[in-house]
């Protein structure tokens, strides 16, 4: 990821998850996004050169177009190394087109490269659309939270 993909990344990654937790309800909307931006200086502190933070742009090859964004976490320990996406972007136009699928293969294979024996991830159970990819290409579900709203 180039520094400008970077800033237009984060230009609006910040509002999209401060508005996915608010629609999963764990944020209200008041300080959602002081929260969200809270929460990528964290794990950003050096930007797109963070240290076991990868940051990819997701390009189509023969149209050279930017069709989305990748944000993959290295956790590294002595027994193994897994992989976390913290954040996953095919941008509407070119949703349901392959470009979800062909991007985790070439995750895959990185992982591969670099000995990662495990690739997780957290998807909101609102986002029906990576769901469905993410069981298509492999991913089982780990754990569950569930919420129930008392009116």
């Known amino acids: 990821m180039t ?4 800033k237009k990344y984060l230009s609006f990654a910040i509002k999209d998850y401060a508005q996915d937790k608010v629609t999963a309800g764990t944020w209200n909307e008041d300080e959602a996004i002081a929260l969200a931006t809270k929460s ?9 050169d963070t240290k076991n933070e990868y940051l990819y742009s997701i390009v189509d090859d023969s149209t050279e177009k930017k069709v989305g964004f990748l944000w993959v976490h290295l ?12 954040d996953f972007i095919v941008f509407e136009d070119f949703r349901n087109l392959g470009y979800g699928r062909q991007t985790i293969a070439c995750l895959d294979k990185k992982a591969k490269e670099m000995n990662v024996s495990q690739i997780d991830l957290h998807v909101f159970a609102h986002n029906k659309g990576a769901i469905h990819l993410y069981e298509q290409t492999g991913f089982i579900p780990t754990d569950i939270s569930m919420s129930k709203q008392i009116h």
């Open 3 to 6: 520094v400008t993909d970077y």
């Open 40 to 48: 990528f200086n964290e794990l950003l502190p050096e930007g797109k």
């Open 75 to 86: 956790n590294k320990t002595l027994y193994d190394s897994k992989f976390f996406i913290y």
